[in-house]
């Protein structure tokens, strides 16, 4: 296998939490996200999924550079981000974008869509200023828009013409790794469709590596090629999609695609769906051992001794859980 076009490697992303306003002091520290190591090959999509407050928005941030990185390493394309300087920052962005969740927000309501995809061209130094307005007309037509819509600002639009102009803008500088931030979650079913159709076009034709979050597995499913499944800051399975929708080894993972819905309504009155008991620990003081031990009808005594690594497992995939050969040999607690 080639080398990774994106790699991470124990990366963390810790918040200090002070209190008072003159005498500040560190109270604690909300642990966002807490040792995550990844690599994504070129051309991959891998879905990024668990429950809201997991930390998965924090580690896209934190691959962009939005939010440093408190350790750990972010290799892009064998340029280390979490070492280099701010000019060498700004460079990488024209290898990695993103789209965020809310187009409405993340597009300027004072420039037109013209003037959203010319910017990041003029910024970079893409092309010529003359070949700026043929390049915008050519991203629109390939998100699907017609060009003579440049000129208008984006509450002229719906919500998925706008994220197809969010798409579009991700794509101005030509990336080779897109971060799409849960981007269908604020759209109508039939858009969603439309949107991931599209990313999905837009990976195969431009050989792009897309990071896809979400927190609805089934729509992980149709797009992803992997599928890393994250909880309280760490990843806790990683593993092909197809094995990890249809054969769930972590019982977190068990518990997410009990709640995927199917269109049939007898499946569906069949279907048995795992209720975790109590919420999502704090990440400002998560438990100790395995994090998801509270709520795993499997945890015993030695689940809170120490933090399982994220081991690989007879099928290939990688699994953080200390008696996930057990579990899948029908044991129970």
């Given at each position: 296998?080639?080398?990774?076009?994106?790699?991470?490697?124990?990366?963390?992303?810790?918040?200090?939490?002070?209190?008072?306003?003159?005498?500040?002091?560190?109270?604690?520290?909300?642990?966002?996200?807490?040792?995550?190591?990844?690599?994504?090959?070129?051309?991959?999509?891998?879905?990024?999924?668990?429950?809201?407050?997991?930390?998965?928005?924090?580690?896209?941030?934190?691959?962009?550079?939005?939010?440093?990185?408190?350790?750990?390493?972010?290799?892009?394309?064998?340029?280390?981000?979490?070492?280099?300087?701010?000019?060498?920052?700004?460079?990488?962005?024209?290898?990695?974008?993103?789209?965020?969740?809310?187009?409405?927000?993340?597009?300027?309501?004072?420039?037109?869509?013209?003037?959203?995809?010319a910017e990041p061209m003029l910024v970079h130094k893409i092309c010529a200023r003359a070949e700026v307005a043929g390049r915008v007309a050519e991203l629109m037509?390939?998100?699907?828009?017609?060009?003579?819509?440049?000129?208008?600002?984006?509450?002229?639009?719906?919500?998925?013409?706008?994220?197809?102009?969010?798409?579009?803008?991700?794509?101005?500088?030509?990336?080779?790794?897109?971060?799409?931030?849960?981007?269908?979650?604020?759209?109508?079913?039939?858009?969603?469709?439309?949107?991931?159709?599209?990313?999905?076009?837009?990976?195969?034709?431009?050989?792009?590596?897309?990071?896809?979050?979400?927190?609805?597995?089934?729509?992980?499913?149709?797009?992803?090629?992997?599928?890393?499944?994250?909880?309280?800051?760490?990843?806790?399975?990683?593993?092909?999609?197809?094995?990890?929708?249809?054969?769930?080894?972590?019982?977190?993972?068990?518990?997410?695609?009990?709640?995927?819905?199917?269109?049939?309504?007898?499946?569906?009155?069949?279907?048995?769906?795992?209720?975790?008991?109590?919420?999502?620990?704090?990440?400002?003081?998560?438990?100790?051992?395995?994090?998801?031990?509270?709520?795993?009808?499997?945890a015993e005594e030695k689940c809170k001794a120490a933090v399982p690594p994220l081991e690989r497992i007879a099928d290939g995939r990688e699994v953080a859980c200390?008696?996930?050969?057990?579990?899948?040999?029908?044991?129970?607690?």
């Amino acid at each position: 296998m080639s080398d990774p076009i994106l790699e991470l490697k124990n990366v963390k992303t810790h918040f200090p939490v002070h209190r008072g306003l003159v005498f500040r002091r560190q109270v604690g520290t909300v642990k966002a996200v807490d040792g995550v190591s990844l690599a994504v090959q070129q051309g991959e999509v891998l879905g990024l999924v668990g429950e809201s407050g997991c930390g998965k928005s924090t580690l896209a941030r934190t691959i962009l550079q939005l939010v440093p990185a408190t350790e750990g390493t972010i290799v892009l394309a064998g340029r280390n981000l979490t070492a280099a300087s701010a000019a060498e920052v700004k460079a990488s962005r024209r290898a990695l974008q993103m789209v965020f969740q809310d187009p409405y927000a993340s597009l300027n309501p004072r420039m037109t869509v013209f003037a959203a995809l010319a910017e990041p061209m003029l910024v970079h130094k893409i092309c010529a200023r003359a070949e700026v307005a043929g390049r915008v007309a050519e991203l629109m037509k390939k998100v699907g828009l017609a060009p003579r819509f440049m000129k208008k600002y984006p509450h002229e639009f719906s919500g998925g013409q706008r994220q197809r102009i969010a798409v579009a803008r991700a794509l101005a500088l030509q990336p080779k790794v897109i971060i799409a931030d849960e981007p269908v979650s604020a759209l109508d079913v039939s858009v969603q469709a439309q949107i991931l159709n599209l990313l999905a076009q837009l990976v195969r034709e431009m050989d792009l590596s897309l990071i896809f979050i979400a927190h609805d597995l089934s729509v992980v499913k149709h797009i992803s090629d992997r599928i890393a499944v994250m909880y309280l800051g760490k990843i806790v399975e990683l593993g092909r999609a197809a094995d990890v929708i249809e054969r769930p080894r972590h019982p977190y993972t068990r518990a997410l695609v009990s709640a995927i819905p199917t269109p049939d309504p007898d499946a569906e009155r069949a279907r048995h769906r795992i209720v975790l008991a109590g919420d999502p620990p704090s990440p400002l003081n998560p438990p100790a051992g395995c994090a998801f031990h509270p709520r795993c009808r499997y945890a015993e005594e030695k689940c809170k001794a120490a933090v399982p690594p994220l081991e690989r497992i007879a099928d290939g995939r990688e699994v953080a859980c200390i008696r996930v050969e057990e579990i899948a040999g029908g044991g129970t607690a």
